[in-house]
């Protein structure tokens, strides 16, 4: 039997697989790929959050949305120290989305236009990663998994405070209601499309289960998050923008209507409202941070020479 | 000598470990990048002590841990089966002693 059937057998066994060993070039492809595109999306995920940090209603809720967002760039680094287990430094991942070569979650490629938006993306937007990451921590490679665990335990405190504000908006003014309903049109359908092209269309996906880096379909997590979500947004009485959207007694799905998959490819492709934007923040912010990266590196080696010395 | 010290990987990877209770073992729960061993504790902190209580941290430069491998493990780790007489089950002891 050689390296590959072994491999393939310790998979099937539902064995999982550290970064010392032995595994195909192409899992370890797959994998940096997808880590890193995850990492990415958490740091780029700060961008839109940030825009509100100075405008939070109350210190409450600044300091709730302060620490969400010091959640994001942490998981951000838990990924990308998962990702270098596979043999890539995070500067070279760096690089690679400061080039604007690396991907990211589209979602985070729309912009965030009232305080509404931070209750809707909690809400939507994370709980849609959490559905993505709750599978994705039974995965086969032993670092992503255990990122992906450590990942949802977070999570879920920053989907309930997104529905928070939400239920609290939604029991609100007039004005208020009109914001939060305005939030859940924008971002239904971009939460949809966070769980990736159907899965007649996803290349990588056969793959992926095949190797059990995933454990489920782009479809079915995404029916997993719209039966899910149905409920919730009843309960604090929002309308999901979908004229289609209906309860099949036999199935227990609710089915919905098509995704525009031509906006989703147009986003992904960088043609989004604020890629650009986000693109031009992460470059600001490398550049601004060189001084402190010199300066610890300059103290470190003065403090070794002193030590040897 | 001037070099531009502007790249990330300058700082060398840590691994870091947490003790969750007193009285328990540190764990290994992930690495991260510092250049030295102060900054590392304090990136330590802030990247995997920000909400679970965590009462003790290591840093270890990742380059000073030495590993088994997958590949060579069946054969590092083969005293493991032929020793059986270091389990209990092993022994024969008459039918009806206690405690022993």
Same mark, same amino acid.
């Given at each position: 039997?050689?390296?590959?059937?072994?491999?393939?057998?310790?998979?099937?066994?539902?064995?999982?697989?550290?970064?010392?060993?032995?595994?195909?070039?192409?899992?370890?492809?797959?994998?940096?790929?997808?880590?890193?595109? !995850?990492?990415?999306?958490?740091?780029?995920?700060?961008?839109?959050?940030?825009?509100?940090?100075?405008?939070?209603?109350?210190? *409450?809720?600044?300091?709730?949305?302060?620490?969400?967002?010091?959640?994001?760039?942490?998981?951000?680094?838990?990924?990308?120290?998962?990702?270098?287990?596979?043999?890539?430094?995070?500067?070279?991942?760096?690089?690679?989305?400061?080039? =604007?070569?690396?991907?990211?979650?589209?979602?985070?490629?729309?912009?965030?236009?009232?305080?509404?938006?931070?209750?809707?993306?909690?809400?939507?937007?994370?709980?849609?990663?959490?559905?993505?990451?709750?599978?994705?921590?039974?995965?086969?490679?032993? #670092?992503?998994?255990?990122?992906?665990? *450590?990942?949802?335990?977070?999570?879920?405190?920053?989907?309930?405070?997104?529905?928070?504000?939400?239920?609290?908006?939604?029991?609100?003014?007039?004005?208020?209601?009109?914001?939060?309903?305005?939030?859940?049109?924008?971002?239904?359908?971009?939460?949809?499309?966070?769980?990736?092209?159907?899965?007649?269309?996803? #290349?990588?996906?056969?793959?992926?289960? %095949?190797?059990?880096? %995933?454990?489920?379909?782009?479809?079915?997590?995404?029916? *997993?998050?719209?039966?899910?979500?149905?409920?919730?947004?009843?309960?604090?009485?929002?309308?999901?923008?979908?004229?289609?959207?209906? !309860?099949?007694?036999?199935?227990?799905?609710?089915?919905? =209507?098509?995704?525009?998959?031509?906006?989703?490819?147009?986003?992904?492709? =960088?043609?989004? #409202?604020?890629? $650009?934007?986000?693109?031009?923040?992460?470059?600001?912010? !490398?550049?601004? =941070?060189?001084?402190?990266?010199? $300066?610890?590196?300059?103290?470190?080696? *003065?403090?070794?020479?002193?030590?040897?010395? | 000598?001037?070099?531009? +010290?502007?790249?990330?990987?300058?700082?060398? +990877?840590?691994? +870091?470990?947490?003790?969750?209770?007193?009285?328990?073992?540190?764990?290994?729960?992930?690495?991260?990048?510092?250049?030295?061993?102060?900054?590392?504790?304090?990136?330590?902190?802030?990247?995997?002590?920000?909400?679970?209580?965590?009462?003790?941290?290591? +840093?270890?430069?990742?380059?000073?841990?030495?590993?088994?491998?997958?590949?060579?493990?069946?054969?590092?780790?083969?005293?493991?089966?032929?020793?059986?007489?270091?389990?209990?089950?092993?022994?024969?002891?008459?039918?009806?002693?206690?405690?022993?």
């Amino acid at each position: 039997m050689d390296r590959e059937e072994q491999f393939e057998e310790r998979i099937a066994r539902g064995e999982i697989i550290e970064p010392k060993d032995w595994m195909p070039e192409r899992y370890r492809k797959q994998l940096i790929r997808m880590i890193s595109q !995850h990492a990415h999306s958490e740091v780029v995920g700060m961008l839109p959050e940030g825009n509100w940090v100075s405008r939070a209603p109350s210190l *409450r809720s600044k300091k709730v949305l302060l620490a969400k967002i010091q959640d994001e760039g942490g998981h951000g680094l838990y990924l990308y120290s998962a990702a270098e287990t596979l043999g890539i430094d995070r500067s070279e991942l760096n690089q690679q989305l400061l080039e =604007g070569k690396a991907k990211y979650s589209s979602v985070f490629n729309y912009p965030t236009l009232s305080w509404a938006d931070m209750g809707v993306i909690g809400w939507l937007v994370d709980g849609a990663a959490i559905v993505n990451q709750t599978m994705l921590a039974k995965g086969s490679y032993g #670092p992503y998994a255990r990122a992906m665990i *450590r990942i949802c335990k977070e999570e879920s405190f920053h989907k309930k405070q997104g529905y928070e504000i939400v239920a609290t908006m939604s029991k609100g003014t007039a004005a208020q209601r009109r914001q939060v309903q305005g939030a859940v049109d924008r971002y239904w359908w971009p939460s949809l499309m966070m769980f990736g092209p159907p899965d007649g269309n996803s #290349p990588n996906s056969a793959e992926l289960l %095949k190797w059990r880096v %995933k454990r489920a379909s782009n479809d079915e997590l995404r029916q *997993r998050f719209v039966n899910m979500t149905v409920s919730q947004a009843q309960a604090v009485g929002l309308t999901l923008p979908d004229p289609d959207l209906k !309860h099949n007694k036999e199935s227990g799905d609710w089915e919905f =209507g098509a995704i525009n998959w031509g906006e989703f490819w147009r986003v992904v492709r =960088g043609n989004g #409202p604020c890629n $650009a934007d986000r693109m031009a923040a992460r470059r600001k912010a !490398h550049e601004d =941070g060189a001084w402190v990266r010199e $300066a610890a590196a300059v103290h470190a080696a *003065r403090k070794q020479a002193s030590a040897t010395a | 000598m001037k070099e531009k +010290v502007d790249s990330l990987d300058e700082w060398a +990877v840590w691994e +870091v470990f947490s003790q969750l209770e007193w009285g328990k073992p540190h764990e290994h729960c992930g690495s991260l990048h510092a250049p030295d061993a102060e900054i590392a504790l304090q990136n330590a902190r802030d990247v995997y002590a920000r909400r679970f209580s965590v009462k003790s941290l290591w +840093v270890v430069p990742a380059n000073a841990i030495t590993a088994t491998r997958q590949e060579d493990g069946e054969s590092f780790f083969d005293p493991q089966d032929e020793k059986i007489y270091r389990h209990p089950s092993f022994y024969k002891l008459p039918k009806g002693v206690r405690n022993i």
